[in-house]
């Protein structure tokens, strides 16, 4: 099988991402062969076992799911971004409030409260919206519930092809014929959607209480996929081809997910943990320099001091709106284990072109247990997320 072609767009060209581009919008989906030009490509590259890789029906479930993950993803975060800009927008506002009335030497009474009452009102309405995000909020639990099932959809496809390989044989050798392997996947897709799938919450309840990551396999019987020694010739090219449709395309995703930029999460990081340390040794600065002017006999309400209060209570209030974006979008957590799966990736990747037929099974199925612990290690994290200043 020759190489993929690279992500394009509408008009035929690759794409080329920079620093503030998300490299991963529109996401393709090639190992589901969800878009047209992916499924034609590798049905001219390899014929026999495309029909195979070829399922219509979970390509449908699956975007069922796809399109509600990403839209409750970005009201959940739109949700929770605006609390923390609310209850930042307070902490500025009575900071700078007695400096600035001072500079336009302004002593109205009235106005100091009108302004008091603003900054106490958006601190409320951060708190509340923050607090209503956690308590009440659907945005969170319907964004990680679809993209549990959209990643569960993908794992099903793979781990029916791997429970299926005797009957793959049976069909790459024409010793039988493509129906039989219609009728398994009507008969795995109908057990998915009607035991698994229902209801769509108890088996995200499940995965998130599997702290042992025991239970990889979405079907029972899915535990132990092998291939007789008769059929290993011909399910060579079969082989061949799941590894790049998971392994590699599992590959590039991370890839593209831990490139430099701003939607990485090792740079979100990275610009976090040193903004924080700018900002805390900003703010050190300015109770050094409140000591200094006290000491030098500056008035309690002079300017200088009012300037300096002001500035550390902005920074102040930034580092603790940066611990609450860190806190909300999970960063820390959420590039270490991009890192770890990366690196496990990268090891099954490089073991699976050196294994013979069998350690080719072996390690496909160990790309599944992979696969469900990021998944569930992902669900954990963001279940316990805040957004409060």
Request: aromatic share 8%; net charge neutral.
């Amino acid at each position: 099988m020759e190489t993929p072609p690279p992500s394009i767009d509408a008009t035929g060209a690759a794409i080329v991402t920079g620093a503030m581009d998300n490299p991963l919008d529109g996401w393709p989906n090639d190992d589901l062969l969800l878009g047209e030009r992916h499924r034609a490509f590798i049905q001219r590259s390899v014929p026999d076992v495309f029909p195979l890789l070829d399922w219509p029906e979970l390509r449908a479930l699956f975007s069922q799911h796809d399109h509600p993950a990403g839209h409750f993803r970005k009201r959940s975060r739109r949700a929770g971004l605006a609390a923390v800009a609310l209850g930042y927008a307070s902490l500025v506002l009575a900071a700078f409030s007695p400096l600035v009335t001072d500079m336009l030497g302004i002593e109205s009474e009235a106005l100091r409260r009108h302004v008091g009452l603003l900054s106490c009102g958006l601190a409320l309405a951060g708190g509340v919206l923050g607090y209503a995000l956690i308590l009440f909020g659907k945005a969170r639990r319907h964004w990680l519930t679809h993209r549990f099932w959209t990643e569960r959809i993908r794992q099903f496809n793979f781990q029916f092809i791997l429970n299926n390989l005797p009957l793959a044989a049976d069909i790459l050798t024409k010793r039988k014929t493509i129906a039989s392997w219609r009728e398994a996947q009507a008969r795995s897709i109908d057990a998915l959607q009607n035991e698994y799938l229902a209801p769509l919450t108890d088996a995200m309840n499940r995965m998130s209480q599997d702290i042992a990551d025991t239970s990889p396999w979405i079907l029972p019987h899915w535990n132990k996929p092998k291939i007789l020694q008769a059929d290993a010739d011909a399910l060579a090219p079969l082989l061949v081809v799941l590894g790049k449709q998971r392994i590699d395309v599992q590959r590039r995703y991370t890839a593209l997910k831990m490139k430099p930029g701003f939607h990485s999460p090792p740079s979100r990081k990275r610009f976090i943990n040193v903004a924080s340390d700018v900002l805390t040794i900003t703010a050190l600065l300015c109770a050094a320099g409140t000591g200094y002017l006290l000491m030098s006999g500056h008035a309690i309400d002079s300017m200088a001091l009012k300037l300096v209060a002001a500035i550390s209570g902005a920074v102040s209030g930034l580092i603790i709106s940066l611990r609450a974006c860190n806190d909300g979008l999970q960063l820390g957590e959420e590039s270490e284990r991009f890192e770890w799966y990366a690196a496990a990736i990268d090891s099954v990747s490089d073991r699976f072109h050196e294994a013979d037929n069998d350690g080719k099974v072996d390690l496909l199925a160990e790309l599944e247990n992979l696969s469900y612990q990021e998944l569930r290690r992902f669900i954990a994290s963001f279940m316990k997320s805040r957004f409060v200043v």
